[in-house]
């Protein structure tokens, strides 16, 4: 029998949902963008959907905690509560998104009341914020934990390191996941940083670091919590990588020619949505009718998505003045 | 309170907003135990404790980009520069983060940035920048500036109390340079209100920050000739008092602006712009801006009294608007 | 070389540049293997080998930190922002350091900084940044940006060649859209100089970059009208064309500045206050402003539009002078 | 007997000379400044002089190494070669210092002829533009070595990080000396960084990484040196970390309250210049005369190099309008 980390069989079925969401949603998205309903570019999790969903799951969303995804951690935020039709109005800049069309993708969340909070481009500058979400959790006196999100090529920035090296030296109750997932665009881990492993990053500013297989759901989710359970009990800082792989090009427009086609033959076989759905089978908490029931729910609830972000209106132009202070009453309205 | 120095307003106002309201904090560099490098914080440490006075790393990044994760989360962070300078080093989180909150996200996030800025101290290159308009074109910021001990109060307490990031731009020269009998009482400078600090018909000069007294100096002067010049004291720069300049252009129909920043690209332009635009018919002459020369502030005294502006300068530009 | 694109000439520029001089070389993410974000460097890697096209890690602070370094050491670096709006990522090491070696130091830094800039194309607020008056104020830069590929591929060449560091912003809204027959042989567009693209008498249009197009498009929508109007594509920011402003100005007897970032502290409103100093006896009208809404670029088509400026807003200011 | 690695007599003669020169100098600057000819800050290096001239010491100026010196490295500086005269027209804000009177102290020197580059201000900043002086010294095959000091403070910064990591990537010829002088201005290093040492950075860039006794000067030199043999030949970046005490306050108006007075005594019997003078004559290098002897000849250039700075001329004033960029001939003439 697997070791599920005291994960019941409900919970097992409910990550299969989210893993189930997170790649048809993101097929859909393709599906929109080749209809041009999608403005701005597409940036694909294939392959990643494991650590994404299976780190979030680890947090406690009732008791605060936020989770910070980068752009290809929409399982993560769906995990969270964000919901698919928000998703797909960000996407595709309608009106009614939650930044009313301001800001693109998964770019969105208030983390005092939806439990995530989108990433700005910059990469690298989220370290720092969700060390101050986290502070300021601490002197709220709220005992929730933060979960960012890294990518092995946003973890060179200074932002990054700044970020780290305060939230350690503080003791935050923050976790960090670094997604080595090969390449930064066309940029392999290798050209991005000569460290041994990007966990080691974690001597530097002493807190603790740990590696993890990314395409393992189960492994990810034990790793994360027991970093989650060390940040709540005040133990600090956990630098936490993941070592997966990017099966697409950076975006829609890339078509990766510079990966080796072994490599992503390799990685195919270790599909964490396929590793953990055969997990699931073999061990007894799900039949394969259990899981088709799944992805037609998954199915279903992504085309009523679509179906409201479709008809939801453009928003309306002259708005572009509005709302850069508080004041006009633009926000409230 | 009798005789507050500038730098003495700016502690006050620090302290009786973290006694007013708990979710007050500073964070910055040797802010806690220190009581920063000037002193500013000097005693805060001691009344509200390590917990809302964070001593940080040399890390101007995270001063800023915590202090803004801080306040999007209902906190009200004062983060402080050790000089204002520093503030280049976390320009990015500045201007793409804090100050975008609200516009692309619908989230407030109410903190000040502040720290000792402008030159006449001989700190060369690195230690006399005058900020504001690195940050004008990169909406989002409110920026102040203030050049008396009252506003150096009131202005604060505003911008704390503001739901939106201010910029709060103290001019180090000033520090222990002036001081003024403040209120007993609370009171706050509202945001965005220009104050006229001498009445005049002749010329207006458009100033703020320690160039106020270079302005007033050089009223005085002018006066003795018999030119009655009018000042204003900008205090906001964003959002500025646009009324105020226009009505003072109105009335006097020729204007000065005066800045210590380097002329080209400096805040001065944006006012200059708004004038020619819509006070266009009142002016009988062309605008002129007094302000630094086109150069890092070198910091050799004789270099330095040359780059800045001064009472001569604007004096020159005076005489000639005058003359026109 | 027929039919070259915007980002053609680019390419060119940067290989023409380093096949001649040995010194020059690539620098920044994705610029090699790849061949750059938008191909700009598509092929370089080929010919020049990786020592001279050096694919770095994410750090736009080392990006610009290391061209810096290798500049002081005589080459001549330069460092592509994969968008050039995270050139705010590095901006002190550009301010602080690359723009005052000359100045401070008596060292020539000569490099480049480039990326693509720009709106219009639904990039966001983190992928449309015009960042030209960012830099306005913090003096030691030189700050250009082509309006076509005549001019993207001459001014790089320029700035390539330049023994100070240059800012070159190039408008991604043009890489494909635009294309032109270029020489076959070596040339240059001087830094500080502008272009007068249409002969005027009745008004001057002064602007640069992507908005070119649209003054362009207004002016002949003007002529309609019967009226004459000047557009002056000023190419360089810093320094820029003074005379030829000024000459124009002093023709036509009414000016509108239109550029794409924001109006606030744009760089426009030196223009501006340049014209209400130096050509204020010339001006039959308030000098007008043309610019993007104070906000962050938005990301949605209908938002985004409305946001930048565009021709109906030029031929409004333009009828209001000409009706002033 | 003693370990010189190396060394010969009359090279640990030489560094004696430089030991003394540079406290020295700065005693002088001192004296300097409170008759109020010095402009600006005082920021004292005692304390440090041993490993500032040790780790200075270790390149080869000849080959084209270059220095790069915090405010506290004037030691390393004037082992490089720069002229006790120069210095003080720098503290004197003169107009014929090296930088005309535009920047402060020990911050000027070109890198293609000095063999220094002072700092600029913000901290941090000069590792990648180390990074970027030994790229180009590759790329014009120079096999130049350069050495960059940072403080403890300073290694929290951005740039820092960013530069390491790059100059890690590249395998750059260079060795960074990291001063755990316990101090950055008043924050102790424990709130700087969590990292159970400054050595253990050099895990996250995997760049070679060693601590040493800062106020040990032979140990300096050795493990400087072999870290700039090993830059030089191919083996890429080292960050050294030093271990020693910053003896005054941050600078001349800060009476150092914050410190405990144990501390300070403590570390006052470890006194670097001290212990290599007691070194030279226990092991028969020197006589007590011949330190005499050396520290006469460091007063009297000390004494001409006063003379020559105090009579130096302040700028012309209208010279701050020129040289910002070429052109107007300014730094030519
Ligand atoms: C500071 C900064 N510089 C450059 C970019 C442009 N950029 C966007 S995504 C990307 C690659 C990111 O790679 P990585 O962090 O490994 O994340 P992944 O795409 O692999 O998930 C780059 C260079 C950016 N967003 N931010
Ligand atoms: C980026 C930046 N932030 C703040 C400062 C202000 N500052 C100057 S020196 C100093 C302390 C430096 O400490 P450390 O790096 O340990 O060097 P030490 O003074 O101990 O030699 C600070 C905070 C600065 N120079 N640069
Ligand atoms: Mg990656
Ligand atoms: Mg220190």
């Known amino acids: 029998m697997v070791e599920t980390y005291g994960l019941t069989r409900d919970q097992l079925l409910d990550i299969e949902y989210y893993l189930r969401l997170t790649r048809s949603l993101e097929e859909r998205v393709v599906a929109l963008f080749r209809q041009a309903k999608v403005i701005g570019g597409l940036y694909r999790s294939l392959g990643q959907e494991g650590e994404s969903v299976a780190a979030a799951y680890a947090l406690d969303y009732k008791q605060g905690d936020v989770v910070q995804p980068l752009i290809r951690n929409v399982g993560a935020i769906l995990v969270a509560g964000a919901k698919p039709v928000d998703i797909l109005r960000q996407y595709m800049a309608k009106g009614n998104s939650p930044t009313r069309g301001r800001e693109l993708n998964i770019h969105f969340g208030n983390p005092q009341t939806d439990g995530f909070i989108g990433q700005i481009s910059m990469l690298g500058d989220m370290i720092p914020v969700m060390a101050g979400i986290t502070l300021a959790g601490r002197m709220q006196k709220k005992n929730l934990v933060g979960l960012a999100f890294i990518g092995d090529g946003g973890s060179s920035t200074g932002a990054f390191w700044e970020g780290m090296n305060f939230a350690s030296v503080q003791r935050l109750p923050l976790v960090v996941i670094i997604e080595d997932n090969g390449y930064a665009y066309s940029t392999p881990t290798w050209k991005q940083s000569a460290a041994r492993t990007l966990a080691d990053k974690a001597y530097a500013f002493g807190c603790t670091g740990e590696t993890v297989d990314g395409n393992d759901v189960l492994a990810v989710y034990d790793a994360t919590k027991r970093a989650v359970e060390r940040a709540r009990s005040g133990g600090g800082v956990t630098l936490l990588e993941v070592k997966t792989f990017r099966m697409k090009g950076h975006a829609e427009h890339d078509n990766q020619a510079y990966v080796p086609k072994e490599l992503i033959e390799q990685w195919r076989e270790k599909d964490p949505v396929v590793r953990f759905e055969r997990m699931l089978i073999e061990n007894g908490f799900a039949t394969q009718e259990d899981i088709t029931a799944i992805e037609q729910r998954v199915k279903r609830e992504i085309d009523i998505a679509t179906d409201e972000a479709d008809a939801s209106p453009m928003p309306t132009p002259s708005d572009a003045a509005l709302g850069l202070f508080d004041g006009d009453g633009y926000w409230n309205a | 309170m009798p005789e507050t120095t500038y730098i003495e307003a700016i502690t006050q106002a620090m302290a009786e907003e973290m006694a007013r309201d708990e979710r007050v904090f500073l964070i910055g560099e040797d802010v806690g135990v220190y009581g920063g490098a000037f002193k500013t914080s000097y005693g805060l440490i001691d009344k509200f404790g390590p917990e809302r006075v964070i001593d940080t790393p040399i890390s101007e990044i995270a001063i800023i980009g915590a202090a803004s994760g801080a306040a999007i989360m209902g906190m009200r962070p004062i983060a402080e520069m050790q000089f204002i300078d520093f503030i280049t080093c976390g320009y990015d989180m500045l201007v793409n983060f804090a100050a975008v909150n609200r516009y692309l996200f619908g989230r407030a996030c109410p903190m000040v ?23 004008m074109n990169r909406p989002g910021l409110k920026i102040v500036a203030p050049a008396t001990a009252y506003d150096a109060k009131g202005l604060l307490k505003a911008a704390v109390r503001d739901d939106d990031p201010v910029l709060y731009i103290e001019h180090k020269y000033l520090y222990r340079r002036i001081k003024e009998d403040l209120p007993a009482e609370d009171y706050i400078v509202p945001l965005g209100k220009a104050a006229v600090r001498r009445k005049g018909k002749d010329l207006t000069i458009i100033t703020w920050g320690a160039m106020l007294y270079v ?39 020729r204007v000065i602006i005066l800045h210590e920043a380097p002329l080209t690209g400096g805040a001065g332009a944006e006012f200059a712009a708004r004038i020619a635009e819509k006070a266009f018919d009142y002016l009988d002459a062309p605008i002129k801006r007094v302000a630094a020369l086109d150069v890092p502030t070198p910091y050799s005294p004789p270099l330095e009294a040359f780059a800045l502006p001064d009472k001569a300068k604007v004096l020159k530009a005076a005489r000639e608007l005058l003359a026109y």
Chains 1, 4 share one sequence.
């Open chain 2, 113 to 135: 940035v502040r720290g000792p800025a402008g030159g006449g101290t001989h700190g060369g290159p690195y230690h006399s920048l005058n900020p504001e308009a690195m940050f």
């Open chain 2, 215 to 253: 302005a007033l100096d050089a009223a005085n002067e002018l006066a003795a000739d018999g030119v009655d010049a009018e000042v204003i004291d900008l205090r906001s720069i964003i959002p500025f008092d646009e009324e105020a300049i226009l009505e003072s252009v109105a009335k006097t129909n």
